[in-house]
């Protein structure tokens, strides 16, 4: 049986426009409910940059932000795909653009002070008022 590191996840956006693959190798995951975030909220998983490769639709990127600090969509449908963080080191790779099934599961809510007042948490992951240290 392979280790998650030797294993390669394949995800992409709801038209299928933009692929990309990524090693099952993240670092942390966690559940953000910043305002940015707060559709409801974003599952996601950081893993270093360099680890996620697109398979196809590079050329079909919607980017909010600046190489060191982002959002990154599909133009075509909007899916939000990944956000590059820590000075442009690191993807927060939103976990339901993920085709196959990750190893890692999150480990707490972020950002809870700004969550939508609407959405109730009712898992009994620990919760931070913002990211923590």
């Known amino acids: 049986m392979s280790s998650p590191s030797d294993r390669t996840l394949t995800g992409g956006c709801y038209c299928r426009r933009v692929g990309y693959q990524v090693d099952d190798a993240f670092d942390y995951a966690l559940i953000c409910h910043c305002s940015d975030c707060r559709s409801a909220f974003k599952p996601f998983a950081g893993i270093p940059r360099d680890r996620l490769a697109f398979t196809h639709g590079a050329d079909n990127l919607m980017v909010y932000g600046d190489d060191l600090t982002n959002n990154t969509h599909c133009a075509s449908c909007g899916s939000l795909l990944f956000s590059v963080v820590r ?30 007042p609407w ?15």
């Open 87 to 116: 000075d442009g080191k690191w993807v927060h790779v939103a976990m339901g653009t993920l085709i196959d099934t990750p190893t890692i599961r999150p480990k707490a809510h972020i950002f809870v002070g700004s969550k939508a």
């Open 119 to 133: 959405h109730q948490i009712t898992d009994d992951l620990p919760q931070y008022q913002e990211f923590p240290e």
